[in-house]
């Protein structure tokens, strides 16, 4: 977690997860387009394959979530430990919500 304090890494970790999901499918649904692909099967696609990695990236990398763990078991910080498990759900919110907006928009779960 950074220096801000756990609420602004709280929020932040939310919005990170959903613009790295949104974002990264959305362009990639541009470049399919571009290359004459289905542009809305690849943007969700893209969605199920990209959560991980908007997780990843929101929590900062996966270094910094196993040392606030490693504090926490080993010098008794549980405090730490929910912290980074609630910094973690965040993301995964996050994520969740990205994808959840993805398959609103591309319908693609949906059988004619």
Not at 46 to 53: A, N, V
Request: aromatic fraction near 12%.
């Amino acid at each position: 977690m950074n220096q801000a304090g756990f609420f602004p890494s709280f929020i932040e970790s939310y919005f990170i997860a959903l613009g790295v999901l949104l974002g990264g499918a959305i362009i990639g649904g541009i470049a399919s387009f571009l290359t004459g692909q289905p542009a809305l099967t690849a943007i969700t696609r893209l969605s199920s394959s990209l959560r991980i990695w908007a997780i990843v990236a929101a929590i900062g990398g996966t270094f910094d979530a196993v040392y606030q763990f490693e504090r926490g078991i080993f010098e008794g910080q549980t405090r730490d430990i929910f912290k980074q498990i609630l910094v973690i759900l965040s993301a995964l919110g996050g994520a969740q919500t990205g994808a959840l907006l993805i398959e609103w928009f591309t319908q693609e779960h949906m059988t004619p």
